[in-house]
């Protein structure tokens, strides 16, 4: 088996030199992603009303930059536009409008995209909207299967993916538990987009991506690449 046995209970602390270091290494190593970043940040804040075409111009490069898998951009800027006092929620940071931002009719059917609505939010306000993002999912499941929340240990993959607040919570208490939530950085509390920044760029900086050509020698066994984060960098 790849994953290691559950244990009663299981912590860690990660320092905040390494938060610190890994963040700030980020710009320097993983310069590509970055540079979307910031384009998307000057993208949100130039082209930043709840008309139909400001929305429609911040989708179509986060879909693009992110690779949301968003197949129709137009029925999505439409149902974003049409969700009830959206803007005021999102820099509210009302948790519930994430799931009214995912879901959207495509024809006859209707699609929950929501990794696409907690990303959309995140870049409206990133210190109220953590970013759904795979890897953290299988990172939270695994330190499930280790006891090492207090709060949330009740929680499967698929509960994450489909409920926003209950993803928001377990984040909130690998922040707590991690001891994240008490670290500094540029002069203020760290928040999620630091947090989601950090695990994203210890897994691309130690080449654990499968599938990002641009990341070279790389394990071929995702459950591996969580292994691996887990024992290697928390």
């Not at 509390?189 to 990002?212: F, G, Q």
Request: charged share 20%; aromatic share 12%.
């Amino acid at each position: 088996k790849l994953f290691i046995m559950a244990k009663k209970s299981y912590s860690f602390t990660i320092p905040q030199s390494d938060f610190v270091n890994t963040l700030n290494n980020r710009n320097k190593v993983l310069v590509e992603y970055a540079q979307q970043e910031n384009i998307l940040l000057k993208v949100f804040n130039m082209f930043n009303g709840f008309n139909l075409a400001d929305v429609l111009t911040r989708i179509t490069l986060l879909n693009q930059f992110y690779s949301t898998a968003i197949l129709d951009i137009g029925s999505m800027a439409n149902n974003i536009v049409n969700v009830p006092n959206v803007q005021s929620r999102l820099l509210n940071g009302e948790t519930c409008v994430v799931s009214d931002i995912a879901k959207v009719q495509h024809h006859t059917k209707v699609w929950t995209h929501m990794s696409f609505a907690s990303k959309f939010a995140s870049f409206h306000n990133p210190a109220a909207y953590p970013i759904l993002d795979r890897m953290v999912m299988d990172v939270f499941c695994e330190l499930k299967k280790r006891g090492f929340f207090v709060k949330n240990t009740k929680f499967s993959r698929e509960s994450l993916r489909s409920n926003y607040k209950l993803y928001k919570d377990v984040y909130d208490e690998f922040m707590l538990l991690s001891g994240i939530k008490a670290i500094q950085y540029n002069g203020r509390t760290s928040n999620y987009k630091d947090v989601d920044n950090y695990l994203w760029a210890s897994r691309k900086i130690k080449s654990l991506d499968p599938v990002d050509p641009r990341i070279t020698n790389a394990p071929t066994e995702y459950n591996q690449i969580v292994n691996n984060f887990l024992n290697s960098q928390l």
